[in-house]
């Protein structure tokens, strides 16, 4: 089970991993401590304007990233779906940006009693899988999740400086509750954020349900072979639609 | 195939082609079929029970995919690779292909509506568009037969838009959910009705098919059989005769003639060395799709046939039609919250609503001329890569929400019948060839006010229907250009070799025998003179059953 590492300070998302791919991520975490910038991947560059801020008062920060394209090639129109591909891309996030998406996911989709967290079902991975997918969605989607996980940062950095993955639970979340709500009397400067944040939430939330215990929580109770005829709605179902025909006038 | 004694070519392997070349077989008559895409057995590669978290991008559609990655589609959809199509400059058009055995009856949506009397003879009554050269009850018993060896479920209701099939004939349909129980309580108010969607979906087992066991969706394809497709019924069941044979990777380049202009063979690119392939051949069945019957027969030129083989009355292209195709989906607050069973069912609609308008058609109450129906989207469905909801905030209150939406959307998605215009049609491309060097297909398309009056119409029925269920509706509702989909993208394309009463004006004979080429005839939906709301498939198949069987009679008397 994937799950975010908090040690003095050194706060690192680790996903469900062979020992092989653990070396292989050791060799990335030391090639990566040294990269000052979140964004690391390549023509990756962060123009944040942050000039404007005077004191406490943020004025609309958004970073201009500019992202090289991702040239590699999607999994074509004739994959195997028995067997779908584990790895139909390199994925692209850097430590620091995956460890960030799972603070985050954890935030969005925390453990609920016996349902685990966004991250103890390895959403971070799927996110990274989305945002590294050659495809037109998920490139936009990249650009958009990218420029979050910067603008979190900076933000971090103007309100405690220290990056966002650092700060207490409470600090987090004094940055998270401006950016979470969307609400007629927002303040400008959190209109963009809590848009792209929207997005990045229901793509979290729907990593999530995809995996056994999200769909479980979710409730879904389909895709099992029925033998004989389809059995309709329960009785309880029936009984809430007589109710609600009722209310609504249709009987 | 020197060994094969084949009295007939089939092109295409897909809902037309292949009931052709099963009736022949049984009736007896060698068959060779080409298929331009590769085998595929269903069998073995349909992704059964596989979840969307187990795929790529949760399952989500992309340039690749289109549908999601879980589409039955093989080397297909909106884009073939190196086979491209081109579209006039103010043209909007989407083409979606298979380039596999079975073509696109392994992921169609087994909507198996038949024509009704109206649909026949529209001009007659409004005069507009044109005629079928028969009328309702001529196809009637061949949709009988036809209905019978597919297996459709649904039920007979009696209800103008949907004739009654024969006592025993439909398989019962599956009980309904709640969402569509509340959308028939809903448009009962309206005054509409509700029923049963008739689909291609076996509730009982058929020859060697299983029952549907209601789990995982049709489009991925179906190994046990209940999910209708030729891969798993029409063409093993034709092999098993002995009498037909399948040739894939066989891209038909040009249908041949003689000196004296008589069709006589075919080429073909066999796509694994590239070369190409010339073929005897007697009598020729093209059952490509209508576009793609279409392209060959405009790229069979000769000097015998200048523009295009069968194409003597200029009409091979023209009066291209598609379904007219939108949607309104809301959120309806009643459905918050309600109690969860599992909604799979056959995973499509259960209910659906038909068009209910003939009276006020024949009233003259409408401002458009034909009809359309709404089918229902709604249920607990499967988790994806969507979230529906305006979610906000985080943490337990978050997935609370995302819970309380859970199966609280409903869709209604209209799909209509539009007229042939003349701006909507399809040539071919003098300046593009695909891979194989065969000259491609390029779309005109302009939706006439017809179509667009009809979008209104459904876009604020369908709202009423759905604020009858207690939505509300913050924004007004798209005008009606702006919310049709595009040209081709219902993927119902039909009528680019039309059949009719005349050679003047129509491509083949009432039995999708071309006027110009006695031995040549088109069995897909290319032959549609109309285009009726009700998803052309069953139509096709019904019309090949039923041209299939007269052209053995032909064969049988050597009239050929």
Redesign the interface.
Known sequence: MAKIINEKNDVQYKSTITRRESLKWLGILSATALLPSLVGCEGSVSTTNIANVVGDSIKGHWPDLTLSPITVK??????S??I??KS?WPKTLTVEQLTLVAVLAD????R?GDVPSATEVNVPD?VD??VS?P????QSDRLSILSILVWLNDEAKLRFSRTFTVLSPAEQLKI?DDI???KDDLAEEYTRIVLEF?RF???V???F????E??K???????????G??????D???V??NQ??N??D?? | MKDFDYEVVVVGSGAGGAMAAYTLAKAGHKVLMLEAGRDYDPKTETPMFKTNGQAPLMGAGNIDKDFGFYDATVDGGWQVPNEPYTTGDTSDFMWWRARMLGGRTNHWGRYSLRFSEHDFKGKTRDGLGADWPFEYEELAPWYDKTETLVGICGTNTGLDDMPDSAEGVLQPPPKARIPELLVSAAAKKLGIATAPMHRAVLTRPKDDRQACFYATPCGHGCSIGAAFQTTTSLLPMAKATGNLKIITDAMVRSVDVDEKGQANALTYVDKKTGKDIKLAAKVIILAASACESARLLLNSKNTHHPNGLANSSGQVGRNLMDSTGTGVGAHIPALEGRPIYNEDGHTANHLFIPWWGHKQHAKGELDFPRGYHFEIGSGFRAPGSGVSGNLQGYGKELKDQAKQYYGAGVYLALRGEMLPNEHCYMEIDDKVTDKWGIPVAKFHWKWADHELKQVEHGLKTARKILETMGATFTRPLPSADKAILKGGQIIHEVGSTRMGESPKDSVTNQHGQTWDCKNVFVMDAGVFASNPHKNCTLTIMTLAMRNATWLAKQLNKGAL
């Open positions: 999607g999994y074509g129109k004739d994959p779906m028995i779908p591909p139909p935030i969005l989709v925390p609920d799927v899988e989305w997918a495809y037109e969605r998920q998270i979470a709500y969307q929207s939430r229901k793509l939330l729907a990593a349900f995809c995996s056994p999200g769909t929580d979710l409730g879904y109770l389909g895709n099992v072979p029925i033998a005829d389809y059995p309709g709605p329960t309880e179902a029936m809430h639609l609600i025909l209310e609504l249709l009987v």
